[in-house]
């Protein structure tokens, strides 16, 4: 069998296959094969992308039928039930797929777990001998339901339906052009081979993330509370599944990026909000005499988060490295902000995540205009280095606007990066183009190799 180097060919091989292994007596009509090859081709992208990630990712795989047509808002109209299960199935008797654990389901609970599933050899051979990137190959559906509300539900977040408003209306568009933006362009992490491995395998391990996939180029927008006045922060970029010490390697079009992130962000909106003076002395450091600033502030925000007193330590706070409890830290907090005590363990943590994300949006949309991405990070953003001056100023101005009060802006990044662990030839990152990388070290081969490709699909 001639086995094809094209994603869509290899698709066509696949139905065919499948479709002679059922024996079926009657061929499916003109809307089943569309749904059967729907299904095939989300499938078959999902194996490859996370193949590509790391070879031991799993791919997710929805087996109740309930699962497909329980919210209409978030439904694929062309993803159906027993067109998924035809080419998951048929997959599985072609020895294709294998099932690495079962999904479960309590219809007491309504909770349970999907089923998870690899490629096998077989259809990893195929796999290799495609010759491009799922991340180029494979085109995001700009058109996809980005704005998501979620509400808690006998201890669960889950997507729920919503009322379609101006606001939705505005925000959907918004955020398609965003995106539209993002996905015009190439965004990768430009680490040497060896070091991209190691990464992947510490995600992999991490019960929290999940190897970087980088066709995960799309942004949602997710509201909480069933509250399009909580959250709305933008989420599911690959580039913000990436740890904060290599957020300086992420490259857009080649070139390096700078990352601009808002200085005590929460402290200055709450108490710009609320008319309280914040003073000059930062806001955490003015906790503990200012050690231990940065576990300070994570102590600050979950205290902001939380709608309870959080008698208990958070998950992810370490409090024995600073010789205290978490009530002794606790405390500290509020004797450090005495101003605004009464509004922590309110939850307007989320009411705060609100205000920052409609001016991550409006920080987005002016650089839209100049054809520049620029990916968020919460309460951060990466651009190309050579819109730092402008994105810094573009972050002052929309706090202002909003609240008006000045805040700092800082770079997280280090402005001369010449150290050959970064740079494979010491050249100056201003000229860090594709054809000067190019010359340089093969330890960055797959960097280069993918940046080549996308320059290719360009031309």
């Known amino acids: 069998m001639t086995i094809m180097n094209d994603f869509n060919e290899l698709i066509k091989q696949l139905s065919k296959e499948i479709q002679d292994k059922e024996g079926r ?7 089943e094969q569309i749904r059967f090859n729907y299904a095939l081709t989300k499938m078959l992208g999902d194996i490859w992308s996370n193949y590509v990630a790391h070879p031991d990712s799993e791919c997710l795989m929805k087996r109740r039928s309930g699962a497909y047509s329980e919210n209409a808002k978030y439904r694929e109209p062309l993803l159906t039930y027993r067109m998924a299960m035809a080419a998951f199935d048929g997959l599985l008797n072609l020895d294709m797929i294998r099932i690495t654990r079962n999904g479960v389901y309590d219809r ?8 998870r599933y690899k490629a096998t050899q077989r259809l990893i051979e195929r796999i290799d001998k495609l ?3 799922p991340a180029i190959y494979i085109k995001p559906n700009l058109d996809d339901q980005t704005i998501i509300m979620r509400s808690v539900i006998e201890g669960r977040k889950i997507a729920v339906d919503y009322e379609e408003t101006s606001f939705t209306d505005k925000a959907r568009k918004n955020l398609r052009t965003i995106n539209a933006c993002i996905t015009r362009h190439w965004t990768d992490l430009m680490i040497k081979d060896e070091e991209y491995k190691k990464l992947q395998e510490r995600l992999l391990l991490d019960e929290d993330n999940q190897p970087i996939d980088l066709t995960k180029k799309m ?22 599944n990436v740890p904060s010490e290599y957020r300086q390697s992420i490259t857009i ?24 003076e914040l003073g000059s002395e930062d806001a955490y450091s003015r906790v503990l005499d200012g050690e231990h600033r940065d576990t300070v502030k994570e102590a600050f925000n979950a205290m902001i988060q939380a709608s309870t007193p959080l008698t208990s330590k958070p998950k992810g706070i370490d409090c024995d490295k600073i010789g205290m409890t978490w009530t002794e830290l606790r405390q500290a907090v509020l004797d450090a902000h005495k101003p605004i005590q009464h509004l922590f363990f309110s939850g307007l943590g989320n009411r705060l995540q609100f205000e920052d994300s409609n001016m991550a949006e409006g920080i987005m949309l002016d650089f839209v205009k100049e054809d520049a991405p620029a990916l968020p990070v919460h309460d951060s953003f990466i651009m190309h280095h050579g ?11 929309t706090f202002y606007d909003r609240f008006g009060q000045d805040i700092g802006v800082k770079t997280e990044i280090i402005e001369e990066v010449k150290t050959k ?24 081969s797959e960097w280069q190799d993918r940046d080549a490709m996308w320059l290719s699909r360009k031309r």
């Open 131 to 133: 010759e491009s990137h």
């Open 108 to 115: 007491t609970t309504f909770q349970g777990d999907l089923t």
């Open 253 to 276: 079009d080649s070139k390096r990026t700078q990352e601009y992130d808002f200085s005590q962000l929460n402290p200055n909106m709450i108490y710009s909000l609320y008319n309280f």
């Open 421 to 444: 662990d970064i740079d494979p030839n010491n050249i100056e990152w201003d000229d860090i183009s594709i054809e000067a990388i190019l010359e340089g070290d093969k330890e960055y």
């Open 25 to 31: 007596i009657r061929s499916r009509t003109a809307d």
């Open 387 to 397: 819109y730092a001056g402008e994105l810094e100023e573009s972050m002052r101005r």
């Open 219 to 240: 942004l949602y927008r997710i509201f909480n509370n069933n509250d399009f006045g909580q959250g709305g922060r933008f989420y599911r970029g690959w580039w913000q």
